[in-house]
């Protein structure tokens, strides 16, 4: 079995087709997946709606996905009402119907499933970091020990979970655990202004994981977000990293 997965568009329709253009150059896939945040950070939130309906792809949904219906803070209010003014009814539907999470079975041993989420396996919020070394050369000091990260694993039983939500590609291995962070379509936060998803392949009795990195128009994102009309625009333009 072979997938491509892809988190955190952020409304960035720009990042999204490129992305899907480097994924069609990558030869067949059983299935593409999208790991959830798909609207809220730019202009075109019904465009990448739509690219996703149209290619029928799996997704998961995210944790500012939800904030369209269940905003967590009043600030807030003038863009989620700015987006759904953009995706209108069916849109957000679409969104509100999407699962919590996606499971592919290459075998049957349960342990040897695929376990694609937005965040975690637990919620879509609390994150998974990167490993502690890398915790250390990105930030100078270790937020999260393993022992942290147990809770959000406990009875899961696939051994390989895919997800987003913090934009870092790595893997952190913990207790027989692959925690697999295919990072963000849009809004890196790694330093690397490129486009990243993931390639997971199950071969050999175990899956493989490739980081891609992609280039695009990253101009052309800006300049989209601040020709609209949504609210703080200029804030949201910063967002996106340049060349």
Not at 7 to 34: C, K, P, R, Y
Not at 155 to 175: A, K, M, S
Request: aromatic share 10%; with cysteine.
């Amino acid at each position: 079995m072979r997938f491509a997965i892809f988190s955190d568009v952020h409304g960035n329709f720009h990042a999204l087709e490129a992305v899907l253009a480097d994924i069609d150059s990558q030869g067949t896939f059983d299935q593409v997946i999208f790991a959830g945040d798909l609207v809220w950070g730019a202009a075109l939130p019904l465009e990448c709606i739509q690219t996703l309906q149209n290619r029928h792809i799996a997704s998961v949904y995210g944790n500012t996905d939800e904030f369209l219906w269940k905003l967590p803070s009043e600030k807030w209010r003038p863009y989620t009402d700015w987006i759904v003014g953009k995706i209108g009814k069916a849109g957000l539907d679409y969104l509100q119907k999407l699962p919590f999470e996606l499971r592919f079975f290459p075998t049957q041993q349960p342990e040897n499933d695929l376990l694609v989420v937005h965040a975690n396996p637990k919620n879509i919020s609390d994150a998974i970091l990167p490993p502690i070394e890398m915790q250390q050369a990105l930030k100078g000091e270790i937020n999260q020990p393993d022992a942290r990260v147990l809770p959000l694993l406990e009875n899961v039983v696939p051994r390989t979970i895919v997800f987003g939500h913090v934009h870092v590609p790595n893997v952190r291995q913990i207790n027989g655990y692959s925690l697999v962070n295919i990072a963000s379509v849009s809004r890196p936060q790694d330093g690397d202004w490129r486009c990243k998803y993931g390639i997971l392949t199950f071969e050999d009795g175990g899956w493989t994981i490739e980081h891609r990195r992609v280039t695009y128009d990253a101009a052309a994102a800006r300049q989209a977000i601040l020709a609209s009309d949504m609210p703080e625009a200029e804030d949201a333009a910063k967002t996106i990293p340049l060349p």
